[in-house]
């Protein structure tokens, strides 16, 4: 699985725009990318998943370039409940084995 | 049940006793996963259960650590001679094989203190 890399936390104000770069350099052919959102207390939440280019729900946006070497999670106007921990995961699309790492904290100020 | 659930929510226990945690996953998923996250830290993978395959035990950091499923049914954790540093919050979660991958289903963990 390939090994990704974030920062540890951000900090940010509500209504602002965030967005959460994951490098993940040694990526494989057959590797999807997928963000998870973690809040005090709870088991994390799926939040998206991509393979190149741009992918877009109700919650988030994820940006992956041409070369699929990072990833960026983009969260829309946060409010003080998008306050949690980010993971991104990389693994082929039907792996088994789900290795989250420590994630970003991301830290949403009135 | 509509989620993943995960029983005691709570335990706290002396050191050197046995636990054992459980997890009831959502119906109809193959799949299932156990983390520890310590405080303040990521999720360790620890077994993956798939349908009646032997299980992925690659994440148990010791022989104290063991975990059964039956069928595609409930699953239980067991920690042998707890030790401190087994305190941590224990995080089952459940897929279903055809779905995406990645698209963990999550119980709400169950809080080991070892004292």
């Known amino acids: 699985l390939a090994k990704t890399t974030q920062p540890i936390s951000m900090d940010s104000y509500e209504g602002q725009e965030v967005n959460i770069t994951c490098s993940h350099n040694?990526?494989?052919?057959?590797?999807?990318i997928t963000w998870y959102q973690q809040f005090p207390s709870q088991g994390p939440r799926f939040i998206i998943q991509?393979?190149?280019t741009k992918v877009t729900n109700e919650v988030a946006s994820l940006f992956i370039p041409a070369d699929r070497k990072s990833s960026t999670l983009s969260l829309p106007r946060v409010s003080l409940s998008d306050t949690a921990v980010y993971y991104c995961l990389v693994g082929e699309y039907n792996f088994n084995k789900f290795y989250f790492g420590s994630g970003t904290k991301l830290n949403v100020k009135p | 049940g509509a989620g993943v659930s995960q029983s005691p929510s709570n335990k706290v226990t002396e050191k050197g006793k046995d636990v054992e945690l459980r997890c009831d996953p959502i119906s109809g998923h193959t799949a299932l996963y156990w983390y520890r996250q310590r405080l303040g830290q990521g999720l360790e993978f620890l077994i993956y259960?798939?349908?009646?395959?032997?299980?992925?035990k690659s994440g148990l950091p010791s022989d104290r650590f063991s975990a059964e499923r039956t069928g595609e049914s409930v699953s239980t954790l067991t920690i042998q001679r707890t030790q401190q540093e087994d305190s941590a919050v224990y995080l089952c979660?459940?897929?279903?094989?055809?779905?995406?991958?990645?698209?963990?289903?999550f119980g709400e963990g169950s809080r080991l203190t070892v004292l």
């Open positions: 991509g393979y190149k």
């Open positions: 979660a459940s897929s279903h094989s055809r779905g995406p991958a990645g698209e963990l289903f």
């Open positions: 259960f798939q349908g009646n395959s032997a299980p992925d």
């Open positions: 040694n990526i494989a052919t057959n590797d999807y």
